[in-house]
């Protein structure tokens, strides 16, 4: 199973809004609304920020959404802050009954 | 609060052999899928293993499919990992991750597996 295919590096300032693709095939993005997003700050283990492809779970922002268009998931996030700067990794379920995680992405606040 | 300790992390020999334990409190342990993620060293995470609430039913990534072996104990809120033929490249972090239907939350802080000669 290949990992999903997400933008090495994205950044934005303060106060602006960044998307982050997340690019599978239709045996897991495209196939299922399982596609979930966590972040991870360095040395700490990751949180889930979106999960189903667009709810966000208690406690997270709402400046943080998800989507999906055919094999393409996104994760945008508004209004950016200094405390976004971490790496964000995409996941979906599988036509395997497995997972695989996009190889990761890492957010620069400017 | 829902809390799980990951420990038997560290350093063994190209081929050699860890078992990796999950403590887990603040939730009805039996209810849940549990799995196991690897992170190695600078690297993007991994999935490597899932195990169904009664522990009948397991699946692994092809990476360490035959090698790997994830079960459970619910009487003791306690998930496993017997790692086998360790390689240098099981080197990582591995969490244990509670899953609801299909995503993950929360996870451990992980423990570090390192296989070197």
């Known amino acids: 199973q290949s990992a999903l295919t997400q933008p090495a590096s994205v950044s934005g300032s303060p106060g602006q809004s960044i998307t982050i693709s997340c690019t599978g095939t239709s045996s897991d993005v495209g196939g299922y609304n399982y596609v979930s997003w966590y972040q991870q700050h360095p040395g700490k283990a990751p949180k889930l920020m979106i999960y189903?492809?667009?709810n966000r779970p208690s406690g997270v922002s709402n400046r943080f959404s998800g989507s999906k268009s055919g094999n393409t998931a996104s994760l945008t996030i508004s209004g950016l802050q200094a405390e976004d700067e971490a790496d964000y990794y995409c996941n979906s379920y599988t036509s395997s009954s497995t997972w695989v995680f996009g190889g990761g992405t890492k957010l620069t606040v400017l | 609060e829902v809390q799980l300790v990951e420990s038997g992390g560290g350093l063994v020999q190209p081929g050699g052999s860890l078992r990796l334990s999950c403590a887990t409190s603040g939730f009805t342990f039996r209810d849940y899928w549990m799995l196991w993620v690897r992170q190695g060293p600078g690297k993007g995470l991994v999935w490597v293993s899932r195990?169904?609430?009664?522990?009948?039913?397991?699946i692994y990534a092809d990476s360490v499919k035959g090698r790997f072996t994830i079960s459970r104990d619910n009487a003791k809120n306690t998930l496993f990992l017997q790692m086998n033929s360790l390689r240098v490249e099981d080197t990582a972090v591995y969490y244990c991750v509670r899953a609801t239907r299909y995503w993950f939350d929360p996870w451990g802080q992980g423990t570090l597996v390192t296989v070197s000669s």
């Open positions: 189903d492809v667009t």
């Open positions: 195990i169904d609430s009664d522990g009948i039913s397991t």
